[in-house]
């Protein structure tokens, strides 16, 4: 084979290695698309708790704070995961938001549950609290042979303690992303990306 063949060959294995790779990458993917509705409670004109149900005492703007929410001690808000999102085996599920002390609180508990019950709790943390807006992060993998497979997933933001304590938490961008196990599609991806790969390896050696 004349060295302009041999290139011309190495060219189009570059190209298709690139476009397996693209595809595997494409198909592995997260999903954050829709999972939370109004995540930085405001509606475009005010501050807002549109898509969010609260349990207790809660307010929107609350101590000098625009478009954010205030939960009072014995209080929370939650919020079923949208885009028909249900668990598989496998799946990583993240949660952000920013958190704050807003009124004598040291901390926030953040809770995933499942079926749109609160009572079925899949996983808690609780993070520790200051005077300004910090970024918080709760993970959770599901297991296979677990009964909340093919339930919704929510995530609950609470305030510890009792309504007479008169504590107050501050949250705001709350956002939600899945980053799911590759099927065995993409499974097959990669591997014919690894063995295109190594054969293009062998052929610039040669």
């Given at each position: 084979m004349d060295v302009i063949h041999l290139r011309i060959i190495l060219m189009l294995?570059?190209?298709?290695?690139?476009?397996?790779l693209g595809l595997a990458l494409l198909s592995a993917g997260t999903v954050n698309a829709a999972l939370i509705t109004n995540p930085a409670f405001y509606n475009g004109v005010s501050g807002s708790l549109n898509g969010w149900t609260v349990n207790g005492t809660v307010n929107l703007d609350w101590n000098g704070v625009t478009d954010s929410a205030g939960i009072r001690s014995g209080s929370s808000i939650s919020q079923v995961f949208g885009d028909a999102y249900t668990v598989n085996a496998g799946d990583t599920i993240s949660v952000t938001f920013d958190k704050r002390n807003a009124w004598n609180a040291s901390f926030?508990?953040?809770t995933f549950f499942s079926d749109g019950n609160l009572t079925n709790v899949l996983f808690t943390q609780s993070f520790a609290l200051t005077g300004g807006f910090e970024t918080a992060t709760i993970t959770f993998t599901a297991l296979d042979g677990q009964s909340y497979l093919g339930k919704s997933v929510g995530i609950a933001l609470a305030s510890p303690g009792v309504f007479a304590d008169d504590k107050w938490i501050g949250v705001d961008n709350v956002n939600a992303s899945v980053t799911p196990v590759p099927e065995a599609s993409t499974l097959a991806l990669m591997a014919s990306a690894a063995a295109l790969?190594?054969?293009?390896?062998?052929?610039?050696?040669?």
């Open positions: 294995m570059n190209k298709s290695l690139i476009t397996l926030v508990d953040a790969g190594f054969a293009l390896l062998r052929r610039k050696r040669q």
